[in-house]
């Protein structure tokens, strides 16, 4: 009975293991590598000398790199919540503002950013034009910091909601009708029902979601790098920063670690709290 149990596992191992290869070699191999290679210095000795190297510039681009993930993942959240909540409920065109609202996850990075830059051009941009029809002055979108971030946390907000509100929209359809009438005829407002029984059910598809978009937005480079171009003052993410000005692989390899660890915390934050919730469901 046991060798025929072990043999039936082993059988199912067998297609999971082209998987497995897949990611031990594209994955889990070039990050040790990297890892690795972080600590080696020119002379071919190993030390902390790359991190050191890089501490001057690496807390502004760890905090560039914080506000705008977090800031454009709880834009796409907020934003995505509505969507799917609209396009579960039988409403009439929803058909064409679903195949409406998908559009922009299908248009590349560099086009979107490309998009973006002519429309918050300081001089003849789309939305200094508007400002001025409704008689306003114009504005310099890039003129500080917090602004360039939040034209690039909202052209990203854009691009990428379409994937959350999609992967939220399945976790509206796996619910049960049934509990949210119940606690209807009950007297709970939809407040309130959106609070206790809603957001609950949607934490586990909530928290793949924010997986799937952490990893990509804390990897930001394309659309910050068309959309202003390169202004560390302005935004200097890891990515953006030890890419572009840095001209040692060696102090590139330290940074590309230091935000695999920052990735691999936000991965495991993401899902010990989506599996807490699902598990107090």
């Not at 600590?39 to 560039?64: C, E, H, R, V, W």
């Not at 454009?72 to 409920?89: D, H, P, V």
């Not at 300081?122 to 114009?138: D, I, Q, R």
């Not at 394309?222 to 001209?247: K, M």
């Amino acid at each position: 009975m046991i060798n025929k149990s072990f043999k039936r596992n082993y059988k199912y191992m067998l297609f999971v293991l082209p998987a497995l290869i897949y990611i031990i070699a594209l994955s889990f191999f070039p990050a040790a590598s990297v890892i690795f290679l972080s600590f080696k210095t020119p002379k071919d000795t190993y030390s902390l000398g790359n991190y050191y190297a890089i501490k001057g510039s690496l807390l502004k681009a760890t905090f560039d790199t914080v506000i705008v993930s977090f800031g454009a993942l709880l834009i796409q959240l907020f934003f995505a919540i509505l969507i799917a909540n609209i396009l579960i409920k039988s409403l009439k065109g929803n058909k064409i503002f679903s195949t409406i609202f998908i559009i922009p996850y299908g248009i590349s990075t560099v086009v979107s950013a490309f998009i973006f830059s002519l429309i918050f051009a300081s001089v003849g941009g789309f939305a200094n034009s508007t400002l001025h029809s409704l008689g306003l002055a114009s504005i310099d979108w890039y003129k500080t910091q917090y602004s360039s971030m939040g034209i690039v946390m909202f052209a990203d907000f854009w691009k990428n909601t379409p994937l959350v509100a999609l992967i939220l929209l399945g976790g509206l359809s796996s619910m049960n009708p049934a509990m949210l009438e119940a606690a209807s005829i009950d007297g709970a407002g939809p407040v309130r029902r959106f609070i206790h029984i809603t957001l609950p059910n949607l934490a586990p598809f909530i928290a793949i979601a924010l997986l799937i978009r952490g990893v990509s937005e804390f990897n930001i480079f394309a659309l910050p790098l068309v959309l202003i171009g390169y202004h560390p003052a302005l935004i200097n993410t890891l990515v953006y920063e030890y890419f572009t000005s840095i001209s040692s692989v060696d102090y590139s390899y330290a940074a590309a670690t230091i935000l695999f660890v920052i990735i691999v915390a936000f991965a495991i934050l993401v899902i010990k709290l989506g599996g807490t919730s699902n598990y107090e469901k």
